[in-house]
């Protein structure tokens, strides 16, 4: 408890820093998640309709994960430097799994003879995928962006490592002194992150969900 | 409504030892409600999705009225067709409303035509529009889907309406009411139907000439009453002829068949069937709960055990113990 009302104070007298690292941990998030969405839909479609693609990039994706965040950090930095590409490819890597294998279930998840019907009633194939098989595989793509979301938001704390900034310099700051407090300026922000990324896109996709009875 | 009609039309698949259809030559009349009968794998289905080009025939030609149908894109001819297929394939996040408007909106329909088509098929299906344009597809019961299936086939008024075995995923009792509001439904709308089907006794209920298949040829096309009573050969003789101990089943009761238990006892709780029901009925349960016998109740207690081979011996004339 103690610790908490240290950490508010702390907080509150670097208001700007706070606000500044806030900031940048966001754009760090929205950064890897918008890459892991405009290359895993598009790709997600493409696996679903043919096997060797699927097996092919869902393999070599979920490999990458494999890597330890923290030791691609270090692999790029001799490319990239301690700066916020390198901790973007980091964070990307860790995006692109959940939402390229949940575009591929959901795709593969509709019922073949509602593309029959769709496709039996003269739609055109482009059409198809926008009105028909889109609208009813978002929901699952949403699913697979809320866990890529969580596990970035809670990730990008590493970049803070590589001096790339983010809510993580407060932790590693709190590692360094051994102060608990200061740790939480960074922590609790980022657990309060994830968990209105949960919520929000738990709350998107129920809305997007077509309904059961 | 518009003729159909097939000219020597093959279709073979890559890797099938023999042809899915072959060499079929058939004229459906304007109007005509013709169902296509044959076992699983007698080209049925292949014939009919050649209609609408979801198959292509390997050889031969399909004409709409005088039109080849080819010479038309394959998206304008499939919105002039009405489709209704066995798993209904409705979808799921439209409205029952939107759903019926697919294809008048991408002819390019008027808002206000659209509209008022929909409350006219939705009164013409019985299902009250109010009540049912805004539902989605989940909250009806699978009867009701069908009918919603059948409504967005005839959205756009089409001349012909192609069904693929569209009630066989319907409970026994449903299927039958589904069956006669279609019969309705033509008698209004007159379309020039092709329907497939492996059920005998709905083919001969709906059809006003059969069309039967074996192994990609049709081996006789002829009204229903013809095929009974002229059958071209041994196939379609055993066809429709089979179904004649089903219907023979309906007119025998349980008692006639069961072996008696001595005493009485109370339910055990497998399925169970009245003394007085028909075998017709006992039969159907017996197959759709897969047990090995069914339990024979009267006025509360279990009076007897019957079997198949129980209801196959009635059916031949004589009981077997």
């Known amino acids: 408890m103690n610790d908490l009302v240290r950490a508010f104070a702390y907080a509150a007298a670097r208001q700007g820093e706070l606000v500044e690292a806030l900031q940048r941990h966001l754009l760090l998030v929205a950064v890897a998640l918008g890459i892991g969405i405009l290359v895993c839909v598009p790709l997600g479609i493409v696996t679903s ?38 901790a973007t490819i980091a964070l990307t890597i860790l ?45 699952i793509i949403i699913t697979g962006i809320r866990t890529a979301a969580v596990e970035v938001i809670a990730s990008a704390t590493l970049a803070a490592f590589i001096g790339a900034g983010g809510l993580g310099i407060y932790i590693t700051r709190g590692f360094a002194l051994y102060d608990t407090a200061i740790l939480l300026v960074g922590a609790i922000p980022v657990a309060l992150l994830a968990i209105v990324a949960e919520l929000g896109m738990g709350s998107l996709q129920h809305a997007l969900q077509p309904p059961r009875s | 409504m518009k003729a159909i009609r097939f000219e ?13 259809v072959d060499g079929v030559s058939l004229h459906v009349e304007a109007g005509e409600f013709v169902v296509l009968l044959g076992p699983s794998g007698c080209g049925k289905t292949t014939l009919l999705k050649m209609v609408n080009r979801l198959y292509e025939p390997s050889e031969g030609r399909i004409f709409i009225d005088d039109t080849e149908i080819r010479q038309l894109k394959v998206t304008t001819l499939r919105q002039q067709i ?11 996040h439209m409205t029952v409303a939107q759903n019926i408007a697919v294809v008048p909106r991408m002819r390019g329909w008027k808002r206000d035509r659209i509209a008022a088509r929909i409350d006219e098929l939705l009164t013409l299906i019985e299902l009250d529009p109010a009540e049912y344009r805004g539902r989605y597809p989940a909250q009806l019961s699978g009867g009701q889907q069908q009918r919603v299936g059948l409504a967005r086939a005839l959205a756009a008024d089409p001349g012909v309406v192609l069904m693929d075995e569209p009630f066989s995923a319907i409970d026994a009792i449903t299927r039958a009411s589904l069956r006669d509001e279609l019969l309705r439904l033509q008698r209004k709308v007159r379309k020039t139907i092709l329907f497939v089907t492996h059920d005998v006794e709905e083919a001969l209920r709906l059809a006003d000439k059969l069309a039967v298949l074996r192994a990609g040829r049709v081996v006789q ?15 379609v003789r055993d066809l429709v002829g089979a179904q004649d101990m089903v219907r023979h089943l309906s007119l025998l009761r349980v008692e006639g068949a069961m072996i008696g238990l001595a005493g009485g006892a ?36 279990a009076v007897g055990r019957l079997t198949i081979a129980g209801i196959g011996g009635a059916a031949r004339g004589r009981v077997e113990a």
């Open chain 1, 49 to 86: 309709r043919s096997r060797v693609a699927a097996v092919t990039f869902i393999n070599s994706f979920n490999a990458l994960r494999v890597i330890p965040s923290l030791a691609i950090l270090f692999l790029a930095l001799p490319y990239f430097g301690p700066s916020q590409t390198s």
């Open chain 1, 95 to 139: 995006a692109l799994p959940p939402i390229l294998i949940n575009t591929d279930t959901a795709f593969r998840k509709i019922d073949p003879a509602i593309r029959e019907a769709a496709l039996g009633m003269g739609m055109p194939q482009r059409e198809i995928l926008r009105r028909i098989e889109f609208p009813l595989a978002l929901p």
């Open chain 2, 8 to 20: 020597q039309v093959s279709k073979r698949f890559p890797g099938a030892p023999r042809p899915a």
């Open chain 2, 82 to 92: 009405g489709y209704v297929i066995q798993q209904i394939g409705l979808f799921p």
């Open chain 2, 221 to 235: 096309y002829d009204p229903p009453f013809h095929v009974l009573t002229r059958p071209a050969d041994d196939f």
């Open chain 2, 266 to 301: 109370g339910p055990n709780g497998g399925p169970t069937v009245g003394r007085h029901d028909d075998l017709r009925h006992a039969l159907s349960l017996l197959l759709r709960t897969g047990a090995p016998a069914l339990t024979v109740m009267e006025g509360g207690l």
